[in-house]
């Protein structure tokens, strides 16, 4: 029982700082970067595909994101999702590959984007808090039903309070690492 409480506790927390580095890899920080295309589909032959698996990828200079599709013909499709995806770049087509140019970042926007990323951290340690209160329950809720001992409770609830403060501390670490990159000029 012990090591599965610590086991679920870690797993959902682990979860919840692996959603918020997702979150975060979409805020772009004037840089070019493949990821600002996770979850953009077009329409292959009447399937939607992700562009990452009908088109190479690559970023020549780091402003700059180049999609070479491998069937020229989708190149209009692939233009299209992307006007229609709300990630603010306008792609620019010359029949062979679309070029994604990324603006810099004025100061201004670099502040918002931290406050943004502020606001997502704090979402996450409210979930690792939350998760941490449902599993406290089930220790307690155990001890009553004579799983546990009260030593054995004190000593899950201990450990359970060590992995949150480890996920918080990740989190912490993650936004230093974004908010440096945002700021950077």
Known sequence: MYEKIIKDTESQMKRAVESF???ISKIRAGRANDSILDGITFSYYGTQTPINQAATISIPEPRLLVIKPWDRSNIK???KAINKSDI???PQNDGEVIRL???SLT???R???TKQVSEYSEDSKIQIRNIRRDNMDVVKKAEKTGDLTED???SIEEEIQNITEKYIDNIDIIVDKKNKELLEV
């Open 101 to 103: 140019p990324f603006p």
């Open 107 to 109: 100061e201004e926007r």
């Open 88 to 90: 603010g770049i306008n």
């Open 152 to 154: 054995d409770r004190y």
């Open 111 to 113: 502040k918002e984007l």
């Open 21 to 23: 580095e997702i979150r």
């Open 77 to 79: 499709e692939i233009e």
